[in-house]
Structures are given as structure tokens and as C-alpha cells.
């Protein structure tokens, strides 16, 4: 089946400190991959995506690369900023099936400046 | 602004009610889809719907049902509310075929007391 397996936080970072999440993945076919943000009483917003083997997205200066042979989407920022405190999703959908998505279960990121 | 538009936004009922929440998709998806984000469970799929018609299911509870309308709106009913069904419920729309990015609504809030 199709899962995502995401680092858990809650993960505290000093202003311009550089960032990484941890991201797995498991799936049946050849997933899209994804990475979602939710900003404090707000809702989901696409943050990059990726949908094909290394193939990396960014955006915001966040990237994530695509990594099909150690399945995985880390998402990194070099230098972090206090507006990037949010809760981090990293997903996949399933290109085979229904196209929703699997999510993983979020990890919760605080900068201080 | 995702172009997915939720009502309400916040909602407070009783115990063993019936609510409803809706559901605009942005212009031009076909697919609806509807997530549960609880604490506890954290971001489940629930159902998706495609120009009418129900194309998968998640976890979603038989005291729950959804629809959406020939023109593309979606409405989510859960019945006989229960303290735990409080969270907060996401729209989220996408375009025709696999693949396509899914666009989340802000999210209707739900509290059962």
C-alpha cells in the first residue's frame, strides 16, 4: 500500500539556520510526490512537488528532490526565516488509483529569530 | 488563494446533530476530494468525488456521506455527531486525470460539545 513516513518533530531552528525534514515513502506505482504547508490557523498550501524520479521542486527557497532509489523527499531551506514557522506535510498521490492523497503525519517547525 | 472555496468556516453543534458543510471547487475541477484533520488521527482522506460521481473512499464513517452537485459544488454530511468528530474538515479540488496537483480549501472548523 501507499504510505508516507515523516520526521517527527516539533523541530526548533534559530533565524537563518538551515532546514531539512525527513521524508519516506512507500508505493505500489510511480507516485507524484508533494509537500504541503499549513501556516498557523490557515489552511493547506501546496509548497512544491516533484513527479517523476529526481526531479527536484522548489519554491520559496525550500527544495525537495525527487529520490526514487532511496524513496524519499527531504525538504530543505538553506537559510530559514521566522514566517516559516508552520506545520510541514510531506505526501504522495498514487498515479494508479483515485488521485488523492497519502499523507504523513506532519512535523511542526518553529524559527526563532 | 487556493480558488477552493469552504462555508462555514467555523461551526459549533451539539452531540447526535446534523450538519452540513460545503464545498466550491476551483473553476474547472472535476474532482472533489474531502480530508479529516484531527490530533489525534492527523490528515485522513475521506471521499472523492469525480463530476458527480463517487470514485474512492477513505476512512470515512457510515454516519458521514457527501455528494456533489452537476454543478461541481460538494457537500459533506455527518450525522449523529460525536464529541470525537470534532476537527477541522478540507475541501480540495484538482483537475481532470491522475497526476494533477490537489488545491485545499481553508477548511471548515468543527466542534462537537
Known amino acids: 500500500g501507499n504510505s508516507v513516513t515523516q520526521m517527527e518533530g516539533p523541530v526548533t531552528l534559530s533565524e537563518e539556520a538551515f532546514l531539512t525534514i525527513n521524508c519516506t515513502y512507500t508505493?505500489?506505482?510511480?507516485?507524484?510526490l508533494f509537500w504541503y504547508v499549513q501556516y498557523p490557523g490557515e489552511g493547506l498550501q501546496l509548497l512544491l512537488k516533484?513527479?517523476?524520479?529526481?526531479d527536484k521542486g522548489s519554491n520559496k527557497g525550500f527544495e525537495a528532490t525527487y529520490r526514487k532509489e532511496t524513496t524519499s523527499f527531504h525538504l530543505e531551506k538553506g537559510s530559514v526565516q521566522v514566517s516559516d514557522s508552520a506545520v510541514y506535510f510531506c505526501?504522495?498521490?498514487?498515479?494508479?488509483?483515485?488521485?488523492?492523497?497519502?499523507f504523513g503525519t506532519g512535523t511542526r517547525l518553529t524559527v526563532i529569530p | 488563494d487556493s480558488g477552493v472555496t469552504q462555508t462555514p468556516k467555523h461551526l459549533i453543534t451539539a452531540t447526535g446533530q446534523r450538519v452540513t458543510l460545503r464545498c466550491s471547487p476551483r473553476?474547472?475541477?472535476?474532482?472533489v476530494y474531502w480530508y479529516q484533520q484531527s490530533l489525534d488521527q492527523g490528515l485522513q482522506f475521506l471521499i472523492h468525488?469525480?463530476?458527480?460521481?463517487?470514485?474512492a473512499k477513505g476512512n470515512i464513517l457510515e454516519r458521514f456521506s457527501a455528494q456533489q452537485f452537476p454543478d461541481l459544488h460538494s457537500e459533506l454530511n455527518l450525522s449523529s455527531l460525536e464529541l470525537g468528530d470534532s476537527a477541522l474538515y478540507f475541501c480540495?479540488?484538482?483537475?481532470?486525470?491522475?497526476?494533477?496537483?490537489?488545491?485545499f480549501g481553508e477548511g471548515s472548523w468543527l466542534t462537537v460539545v
Open positions: 508505493a505500489t506505482g510511480y507516485p507524484s
Open positions: 468525488y469525480y463530476n458527480g460521481e463517487e470514485r
Open positions: 505526501a504522495l498521490s498514487d498515479q494508479g488509483g483515485a488521485n488523492n492523497l497519502f
Open positions: 480540495a479540488s484538482s483537475a481532470t486525470g491522475s497526476g494533477n496537483t490537489i488545491y
Open positions: 516533484a513527479t517523476k524520479a529526481d
Open positions: 473553476s474547472g475541477d472535476l474532482s
